[in-house]
């Protein structure tokens, strides 16, 4: 699992209390019961999950124009594909044949 | 369309009706645009986020799976563009360490706010690949395997990042000494 922190000085994992806190992983709750260290580490995992639970109700607002603008950016979208699909066979033929009338043009200038 | 599944919508959108992707932004704008704005930390950055994270589901909704929850894809869409977005920037925001602590006791409403955006602040420190499963487990409530299929990782990845980031946390928060 990667570094973890020290465990407590009656042994306790604390990534196990941890685990107890964020997951609902059962704990040894009879050695807890007496243990000052693990009630004391408890108590602190348990202020921060309460933080984390006050933070995850706080109400954010997605602005109402996120929905015009995401619609309008696929209706752009749409358009600019629907355009490229029409015009995008003729631009090629296009500038070929601009390419060759000037071609054309240059050769009757240098004549 | 208020009785239609989501998965009504997607097909519906699937075969070209935009009316029905409208209401699928509708739905799951806010919790899109929250993951974006806890990944980032910053209003306009989750917008822009938001915003594309959708215009990207539109463009590859013809690659999505049936079987899958429009939900977990659009947590996948956000997250990633949020972590495009973090890498581009490569900066953090460091704690404001020049606050005051409220003075007195009646602040303790206060307190617990600012305590609350040292929490935002924090997590704004870790990782990114640490953030993702931490605001969609701790913040947004998701399962170990929403998070696998959000994040296109194992569950004993997810787990293994979990933790780092919950540890972390706790370090950054002084709770633990």
């Known amino acids: 699992m990667g570094r973890g922190l020290p465990p407590l000085p009656c042994g306790a994992d604390l990534d196990a209390l941890v685990a107890q806190v964020a997951d609902g992983v059962p704990g040894d709750l009879a050695h807890q019961a007496g243990c000052p260290h693990c009630q004391a580490a408890l108590a602190q995992i348990e202020e921060l999950w309460s933080l984390a639970g006050q933070l995850a109700r706080e109400r954010v607002e997605a602005p109402d124009r996120i929905d015009v603008v995401v619609m309008g950016r696929i209706q752009r979208a749409i358009l600019t594909g629907k355009v490229i699909e029409l015009f995008g066979g003729l631009l090629p033929r296009l500038g070929w044949a601009l390419l060759t009338y000037g071609g054309l043009v240059e050769r009757g200038v240098s004549r | ?177």
């Open chain 2, 1 to 177: 369309m208020v009785a239609l599944t989501d998965a009504d919508l997607v097909s519906r959108a699937q075969s070209g009706q935009l009316d029905a992707f409208e209401e699928l932004v509708r739905r799951h704008r806010l919790a899109t645009h929250r993951v974006a704005l806890r990944m980032l930390g910053d209003e306009s950055d989750a917008e822009d986020a938001t915003q594309d994270a959708f215009v990207q589901a539109w463009r590859n909704l013809g690659g999505f799976r049936a079987d899958a929850a429009f939900s977990t894809w659009m947590y996948r869409i956000v997250t990633n563009r949020c972590l495009n977005m973090i890498r581009a920037r490569r900066r953090l925001e460091p704690l404001p360490d020049d606050r005051e602590a409220p003075a007195s006791q009646p602040d303790r409403i206060a307190e617990a706010r600012w305590q609350v955006e040292d929490l935002k602040q924090a997590i704004l420190r870790l990782t990114p690949e640490q953030r993702g499963p931490l605001v969609l487990r701790e913040l947004e409530g998701c399962s170990y395997e929403e998070i696998a299929e959000a994040l296109d990782l194992s569950i004993s990845a997810v787990k293994s990042r979990l933790h780092r980031a919950r540890l972390e946390l706790l370090s950054a928060m002084g709770s633990w000494r």
